[in-house]
């Protein structure tokens, strides 16, 4: 929607979070927007604090210089992470002061001059669309539109608050990692000049790793392009360092380090869900110490079925949720029985206790790519299985198509639908406990309820496809099959519906 159009720039208002092109969110718009959170704040979710931090981008302070300003003459106390913060940390602090609202500006893997929000309620709450206390995300908006502000006769207080050591000691507690323990694991890492560096090179220097860290220092212009470990160019020179090296294994993490893609040290990608079910026979010792007795995971829906196959060996139960960090952390909120839940855009989710208060449902990327180095030094073999395992399947890793014309969309996502249940597919659009995807799972040859014992057909197939809900105009898709002739047929099915409906050419980010 173009400026004329949008005045008060409302499509910034996705359904997870914040997210806009700079030049279009003006200080007079930012302070706007940072005046009805305030509201939000003290009106609604009637806290006295709030907790702010921004991400790499070099807009991040003016953003929150702009907001804490707003916070402050409302009355608020403001709880201040110093510096370059990545998501994980801003979690982590937030459970470490639950009793505040929070914000961290930023904008995670999009375009250098982009920028955004990620909100919270007190309990380290996800705040979205139609998510969080009085409808969340779209309270704010509605109190935004109405240009709502609230002042106070007592001027809030800002604080600092350094957490980093902390956060370091936990996460090492959490993945049971002891200083000196890795001595020896030669690994790599590439940051993309975002917000990961500073932690996980402290972090994996305290355990002793021989680590190599690329485009470690933060650097808000993203030289390397858009930090996104999904984009071949971005990527380029982390993976010929990697074919060069030694390594174990390699992490290549996004602008706010809240995203983990992982290569083998031969240079094979390996599927977030098959990193998750290597990591989770050790996440769920864990919290049946902790005392979950019957434990439950969620994989998104464009999880691979063998992986599913395998997460379901660690002894859990394995449901289908839908794509989105704020839907996925409210749905381990509602049910104390899942333990955590993967994402195959490289997000890992887990439900944590912090000094015997909790549940915290969300993320810590420090503590997975901690986990996930230690048990890959313990059981290579069981990584060189998962390996083999991804290779007996075929994946045409998600991409996405723009369409000028919401109608065309929808008109390609029905046809698509249409076709593969005419080739043998059958289509699911709600979980079992009746929650929208907001997508369609269609599958062939396997079914919906996956558990260890379950076998698939000879010619399995399993196609996505949902609408973005973080940018305009678009459709993803995305094809995990039996084998690599199924899958390209069926991506070849797909390109021919979407160029029919008048799709832009293939896009992937």
């Not at 079925?305 to 997460?311: C, G, N, R, S, Y």
């Not at 990584?383 to 008109?411: I, K, P, Y």
């Not at 014992?453 to 995305?478: F, H, K, M, P, Y």
């Amino acid at each position: 929607m173009s400026p004329a159009a949008d005045p008060l720039n409302l499509s910034m208002f996705r359904a997870y979070d914040i997210r806009t092109p700079s030049e279009r969110h003006t200080p007079e718009l930012a302070e706007r927007l940072a005046r009805a959170e305030a509201v939000y704040f003290t009106e609604e979710l009637g806290v006295s604090a709030a907790l702010v931090a921004h991400d790499a981008r070099a807009t991040g302070p003016q953003y929150l210089s702009l907001g804490v300003e707003a916070f402050l003459a409302a009355g608020l106390d403001v709880v201040w992470l110093p510096g370059v913060t990545s998501t994980s940390h801003y979690y982590f602090s937030a459970m470490r002061r639950p009793e505040c609202a929070a914000i961290m500006f930023g904008a995670s893997h999009n375009p250098a001059g982009d920028t955004g929000q990620k909100v919270l309620a007190p309990g380290v709450r996800p705040v979205a669309e139609r998510i969080g206390p009085a409808g969340g995300l779209d309270r704010i908006r509605a109190l935004y539109e109405a240009g709502a502000s609230v002042r106070s006769d007592r001027r809030g207080r800002l604080y600092p608050l350094d957490t980093m050591g902390d956060y370091l000691t936990t996460s090492m507690a959490l993945a049971e990692v002891e200083p000196g323990s890795l001595a020896g694991t030669r690994i790599l890492h590439d940051y993309l000049n975002g917000a990961g560096g500073r932690e996980l090179l402290l972090a994996f220097d305290r355990a002793g790793a021989e680590l190599r860290g690329l485009h470690f220092a933060a650097d808000g212009r993203f030289p390397l392009g858009d930090p996104n470990p999904v984009k071949p160019d971005v990527i380029r020179e982390g993976l010929a360092e990697l074919a060069a090296g030694d390594y174990l294994l390699a992490c290549f993490f996004d602008g706010d380090a809240d995203r983990m893609d992982v290569y083998g040290g031969d240079g094979r990608y390996l599927a977030s869900s098959f990193v998750y079910a290597g990591m989770l026979p050790s996440i769920t010792r864990r919290h049946r110490r902790e005392g979950v007795a019957r434990p439950g995971v969620f994989a998104d829906l464009k999880s691979n079925p063998l992986a599913v196959i395998q997460m379901a060996k660690a002894g859990v139960s394995v449901e289908v949720i839908r794509n989105g960090h704020s839907q996925i952390k409210s749905a381990l909120f509602d049910d104390p029985r899942m333990i955590g839940a993967v994402e195959e855009s490289a997000h890992f989710y887990e439900a944590f206790s912090l000094d015997g208060r909790g549940p915290y449902c969300t993320e810590n990327t420090l503590y997975d790519a901690l986990l996930l180095t230690r048990v890959w030094r313990e059981e290579p073999e069981r990584f060189a299985e998962l390996f083999a395992l991804q290779d007996q399947t075929r994946r045409e890793r998600e991409w996405g198509h723009h369409f000028e014309r919401d109608e065309s969309r929808a008109a390609a996502l029905d046809a698509v639908k249409a076709r593969f249940e005419a080739l043998g597919a059958t289509a699911m659009e709600e979980t079992r406990g009746g929650l929208d995807l907001e997508a369609t799972l269609m599958r062939r040859g396997l079914p919906f309820d996956i558990d260890a014992t379950t076998r698939l057909a000879d010619d399995w197939l399993q196609v996505c496809q949902r609408i973005s809900q973080s940018e305009n105009g678009l459709a993803r898709w995305e094809v995990v099959a039996a084998t690599e002739e199924i899958a390209a047929d069926a991506k070849a099915e797909i390109l021919r519906m979407v160029a029919a409906h008048g799709g832009g050419e293939a896009y992937r980010g």
